[in-house]
């Protein structure tokens, strides 16, 4: 059979959808690329099964809606597999529509985060064929591919209409399969070089993604739209990922961040490190990991530094302990302080994700967020930082919470893109994006420009990350530069 796994251009006044393997979905002026690991290994499982695999990014390509079109009716495949979000469901809609009239034999696919909260929707709205539930739908696609191949039964989690045209599904998906099983991805199949250097946590070029684990240990975050995909955390093999790292120092990789929603800690994490001081990949590579504040000590962060680990990624979220508990981070902003700290001072780059909009914050609290993420990056103890404003994705206990207490200003999926609010609060759009800026403003503040002079260690790398940096910053005040509210 021919597959193809499909990202269709999404032209828009907005800017770039940063789409591909997003937790948080957001328009960039500055255009940003991830790497998909899972529909990666979606491609690489279907090309050892002998399939015909054909990898089409239409977004990091840049391609036009016609030359993606064209490319893909020359492929002439049998399924395509697109990965959906909130905020461009009702767009992809109309692409399925579109592709279902070039190529009315293929069966079209979707999967992620919005379509595993509600498949029937879309089922109702476009002529998919087939929704893979889960995160799991690399493994599921392999079962699909075999299904349609060989009839081989379906396995939980996937939704389809019968020769009636009634909605069908084989019921709740499961997190069962062994992470032990997927193959080496294979990266010239799926064109790791287009989100080599287009991406903001790369201080060295070229870089690429892994995923040690599916997907965070702590996994009950209540705005996080991941939780409706991974329920439970599975990691692969410490030895695993290290050799897998190896192969990637083998192809001129410099740099590799790893997304898993947080990197395995504990044991796990010691074995990792100690494997790769061992091999001597500590010096050919720099590691970049999604980390929780409050599990790692002092040491824990000295050891990740001299195995090779550059930036470490925490969710800092608020300032606020009300808020922090209201989530379910299990967090104190106690252990934020200290853990951005010793990070820091073990010598690792801290990047802290910070979220404003919140519907039971007041503007005082709002300024505790701000004034704190403002410090971190003056004194040091963050090196970089994001600013969004929440979203309450559909499938997330938050959009319950919110949904049931009439917090909610609109059903528009449109207006889930973070452009805008789409949870009532005490403060109006342009507070929010106001306070955005300002915590955005500090990396220009004469205490963080000269931090950030003097911890420059290699000047022709480091001077190439500040001047990306400084687009992307450019590009954040424009992403949030005080549009009126909806």
Known sequence: MRVAIAYPPLPSEKGVPLLSQNRQFQWFHAPT?????VPACAATLAANAGHGVLWLDGIAEQLTPETFDARLVAFAPDVVM????????????????????????????????????MPGESFENSPVDFILTGGDYDFLLANLLRHLEKNEPLEPGVWFRDASGALQNTGPFQLDHDLRALPRIDRGLTQWRLYAEKNGNFRRLPGTYTMAGRDCWHGRCTFCSWTTLYPKFRAREPLDVVEEIGGLIGLG???????????????WLAEFCNLMIER??????????????????????????????????????SANQATLDRLDK???????????????QAGL????????????????????????????????????????????YPGTPLFRECRENNLLLTDDWDAYDMRGPVMRSPLSA?????????????????????????????????????????????????????RAGR
Not at 253 to 267: L, S, Y
Not at 360 to 380: I, N, P, Q, S, Y
Not at 437 to 456: C, D, G, V, W
């Open 33 to 37: 690329f991830i790497y998909p690991v």
């Open 280 to 317: 001597g990949y500590n010096t050919r590579v720099r590691l970049d990991c999604n980390m929780r504040f409050g599990r790692l000590t002092l040491d824990d962060y000295k050891l990740m530094r001299k195995a090779g680990f550059r930036f470490v990624l925490f969710g800092l979220e």
């Open 82 to 117: 697109v990965e959906t979000k909130t905020p461009v469901v009702k767009a992809h809609w109309k692409i399925l529509a579109r592709l279902k009239t070039l190529l009315p034999q293929t069966r079209l696919v979707l999967v992620g985060d919005h379509v595993t909260a």
């Open 253 to 267: 990789v410099r740099e590799i961040m790893d997304d898993t929603g947080c990197f395995p800690a504990g044991a």
């Open 430 to 482: 342009c507070e929010t994006q106001a306070a955005i800026r300002s915590i955005y403003r500090a990396f220009l503040h004469p205490e963080t420009l000269l931090r950030r002079l003097f911890s420059t260690r290699h000047p022709l790398d480091d001077l190439r990350f500040y001047w990306r940096g400084l687009k992307s910053l450019l590009g954040h005040l424009r992403d949030f530069g005080g």
């Open 349 to 392: 780059d801290v990047h802290v994700t910070v979220m404003l909009g919140y519907p039971w914050e007041t503007r005082e609290d709002v300024a505790h967020t701000v004034c704190l993420a403002r410090t971190l990056l003056r004194k040091g103890h963050a090196y970089t930082l994001q600013v969004t404003q929440v979203i309450p």
């Open 330 to 344: 299990a967090l104190t902003v106690q252990q934020i302080r200290d853990g951005a700290r010793w990070a820091a």
